[in-house]
């Protein structure tokens, strides 16, 4: 089996030993405002704020070979032409390696005598990349060599810069200044922003045409410039802005010479744009120029970066006897889960940046991952995110994260979207007992003067489900509930219409679903306990309502969501079965068997046994657990485009690892210790083993693995931006290792087989640390309550 690289867990990275993986394994750079992906070749692109909207590199979606453009070096050492990251020359290296940490990503090539590092971040809270590139001669005789840089700039709109080539071609406006290359397009006009890519010395050439730097029959492997040495010195006009820069240099044997090259985005007050007449105020990129241009000031900067880290780390980390939990708690899953916060699902390897902003449940699902690392920055978005619900408690599915205004594109309409909410309201309650949370003004549709306080919002969102129920007393599904793709008011025969976006036929519609069922009972119990609590005090005849809605949604899955031996799925526009053997195909789903039983609908008849019995029956396979089964083998235009994709894929019995961790959660609850540690080993990448087969990142969580019926069992896609991070992460350290915040203190209850049943926790809880020993014996349900209390507390608890 061909490895491509391990971890190295002291230094909290993934090293990657060739550089010719599966698929690029990529990382992320940034924490605010600047954010980058980069590739373990150095491919990818940066964006200010928003992938579509203020992109700032250009990247080649669909390219052949895959992965074309990024920050690419050039070396020239008498006639071999490299590149560190061995893309996009391709030379073969003598040596590679390419480590992707926390934040950043450090590349190393080295061929002949000539050893070539180059360090990729982001500083936290500055709008730039920093590419540190340190050049070694590890030879013995003098190298006289030349170095290239390269990057191309995009027009902005990641979109339209695709598409609207008769303006884009005129419209390229660069600057050349000493300290650095500006890209200046449509500065002019409206824009108040332009980009840069300065270096800390004065360069011997540079280009930003890119035809002349390239030639324009050459690919990235070969620029023209490159090839014969020189530089065609080009002011851009139109055409593809670039930025390179060159360097004639000489080395000794056994020096180092050091290169710091800045990559920034600056945006102007408009009455600031100008200092003089086109001439672009640069005040802003020569600060940060000076401020990373050396090696003292990049220093600083890495090494800020590195806290940030470091503090981000410290608040949850185990020790066990298991290498690959530790590494994926301590370290992959909470830095996945920062990143996916971060980017919602927009930009990634497998999303284009163009497509999708931030979406409601997907952002409020992605905050059980973050409550506890970043509590101020959950706070904000939780408000942001309540200010795109509507006034009858639906809400937009996405919004833009430079506006934060609902994109009216998708709309609304998917009816499990206010519910999550409520869960990413009790998610940062519960961690950071900030209640007051609750009476801050939200407006509706962003709509000033229409401001209600965030409680209001949550009774709305639950009104939304009792507001809209069907013949069975089950929630409507509408547009679809969490999974998008079991669309059954669509009836779509037109291949041209997005399954997302097209009519939503709900007048008259018998469509329920009982995963939102599922969903509402467990989320309703959570709302009745936070109202409930001293601290929000709610009005009890209100609290008795929430608790009698439950309760009839309760009996209505008993009485018309059982199937027999599981959980049906849904009834369909006529009031037709899903997910019920009564069918073909599509017998049993995995998100009501999860749901139901994370609700304990029936325990104690019996029904969540029998339906966890039944997702292993059914569902379980190699690699973890599908989503459905059997497969559909046909389009059925009653359900809508999750049988649009072929067997084993995406939601067509994938291995959509998102919702395992719901099942492995009502395994927890249910007490099945043996059945939670295997399905989360068969999810989590450190424990898998074939990383050709997996084909992507042997180091995050995918959103999709193929299941049993696709071509290739096991093959991963749709790696990093996905809701698995937050539900691995609540999944693990909640239900396995059993650390679980509650409004008062922390409840320690594991579910864990004990062969791995004694580690120690490390917990920061507000204003309290806990370090825990825990050892867990196997009693059935047992439990240690830990008030909360402020300070230090060394605790070892027997269960
Ligand atoms: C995908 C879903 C996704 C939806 C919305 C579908 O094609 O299969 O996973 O949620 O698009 O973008
Ligand atoms: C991915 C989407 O981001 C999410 O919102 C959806 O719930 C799942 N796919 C399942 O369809």
Redesign the pocket.
């Known amino acids: 089996m061909t490895q491509f690289g391990h971890f190295d867990d002291a230094a909290r990275e993934y090293v990657i030993t060739r550089p010719d993986t599966p698929w690029p394994w990529i990382n992320y750079l940034g924490t605010r405002d600047f954010f980058s992906l980069i590739s373990n070749t150095a491919g990818g692109y940066c964006f200010c704020r928003d992938a579509k909207f203020r992109r700032i590199l250009r990247y080649r979606y669909n390219g052949v070979p895959m992965d074309a453009g990024g920050r690419y070096f050039y070396i020239k050492d008498g006639d071999t032409v490299w590149s560190p990251g061995w893309k996009p020359c391709k030379t073969p290296l003598d040596t590679y390696e390419c480590r992707h940490g926390m934040g950043y990503t450090r590349i190393v090539g080295e061929k002949a005598g000539l050893r070539a590092e180059v360090l990729f971040f982001v500083p936290p809270d500055a709008r730039c990349e920093i590419h540190r590139v340190k050049l070694t001669n590890t030879g013995k005789t003098t190298k006289r060599f030349q170095l290239w840089s390269f990057v191309e700039w995009c027009l902005w709109n990641a979109s339209t810069d695709m598409e609207n080539f008769q303006r884009n071609l005129s419209t390229g406006e660069v600057e050349i200044e000493p300290d650095a290359l500006y890209h200046k397009t449509e500065y002019r006009e409206r824009r108040d922003h332009y980009a840069f890519y300065g270096v800390n010395r004065p360069y011997d050439g540079f280009d930003t045409d890119r035809e002349t730097f390239m030639g324009m029959y050459n690919g990235f492997e070969a620029p023209q410039q490159v090839l014969s040495g020189t530089s065609g010195n080009t002011v851009a006009h139109g055409w593809s802005p670039i930025a390179s820069h060159r360097f004639d240099l000489e080395l000794a044997p056994g020096a180092s010479d050091e290169l710091i090259f800045v990559l920034g985005y600056v945006k102007n007050p408009q009455e600031a744009k100008f200092t003089a007449p086109g001439v672009i105020n640069k005040a802003q990129a020569r600060k940060m120029l000076q401020a990373y241009g050396t090696p003292a000031g990049a220093d600083i900067a890495f090494e800020t970066l590195k806290s940030y880290w470091d503090d981000i780390l410290s608040r949850f980390s185990v020790a066990s006897a298991v290498p690959e939990l530790d590494r994926t708690v301590n370290i992959w899953n909470q830095y996945q889960c920062m990143i996916t916060f971060f980017f919602s ?1 927009s930009a990634s390897y497998f999303e284009s940046g163009i497509g999708r902003g931030m ?1 409601f ?2 952002s409020n699902q992605d905050l059980a991952g973050i409550v506890h690392l970043i509590p101020a920055r959950a706070r904000q978005r939780i408000l942001d995110i309540a200010a795109t619900q509507f006034p009858d408690g639906g809400c937009y599915h996405q919004y833009q994260p430079l506006t934060k205004r609902g994109n009216n594109d998708i709309g609304g309409g998917f009816n499990d979207d206010p519910l999550w909410l409520i869960f990413g309201t009790v998610a940062y309650i519960k961690e950071t007992g900030d209640f007051g949370i609750l009476h801050e003004k939200v407006p509706f549709d962003n709509k000033p003067g229409t401001e209600v306080s965030l409680l209001e919002h949550l009774k709305i969102s639950f009104a939304h489900v009792t507001d809209n129920l069907g013949p069975h007393g089950l929630p409507l599904i509408g547009r679809a509930d ?4 079991l669309n059954l008011n669509c009836f779509s025969d037109n291949p041209d219409e997005s399954f997302q976006t097209t009519e939503n036929k709900t007048e008259g519609s018998k469509a329920e679903s009982l995963m939102i069922a599922g969903l509402f009972v467990a989320e309703g119990k959570d709302f009745a306990e936070l109202l409930a609590h001293p601290a929000v005090a709610a009005d009890p005849k209100y609290v008795a309502k929430v608790r009698s809605a439950v309760a009839a949604m309760e009996k209505a899955v008993k009485a018309h969501g059982w199937d027999g031996e599981w959980f049906l799925r849904a009834y369909g526009y006529y009031g037709d079965k899903i997910g019920s053997n009564e069918n073909e195909e599509g017998k049993i789903f995995i998100e009501s068997q999860g749901w139901c039983t994370m609700a304990r609908i029936g325990a104690d008849e019996g029904l969540c046994d029998k339906a966890l019995d039944a997702a292993v029956k059914h569902l379980e396979c190699e690699h973890g657990l599908v989503l459905n089964a059997p497969a559909y083998t046909r389009y059925i235009k009653d359900y809508g485009e999750i049988s649009s994709y072929p067997q084993g894929y995406k ?1 067509n019995a994938g291995i ?1 690892c ?1 919702n395992n961790p719901w099942v492995i959660i009502g395994e927890a609850m249910a007490g099945r210790a043996d059945d939670v540690w295997r399905h989360y080993c068969k999810i989590t990448p450190a424990f898998t083993k074939d990383q050709s087969l997996r084909k992507v990142e042997p180091y995050v969580f995918c ?1 999709m693995v193929a299941g049993r019926d696709a071509a290739r069992p096991g093959e991963g896609k749709n790696s990093w931006l ?2 698995t991070a937050a539900w691995t992460w609540k999944c693990v350290s909640e239900f396995i290792l059993g650390i679980k915040p509650q409004y008062d203190g922390l409840l320690i209850e594991p579910c864990i087989p004990v062969a791995y049943g004694t580690y120690k926790v490390h917990r920061r809880f507000r204003d309290a640390e806990y370090d825990l020993t825990i050892r867990c014996t196997g009693k059935p349900g047992a439990s240690h309550f830990i008030p909360y209390i402020p300070g230090h507390h060394t605790l070892d608890i027997e269960l």
């Open positions: 699902r979406g449940r997907d969490w999974n998008d793709c939601e959509f998102h959103q996905t809701g």
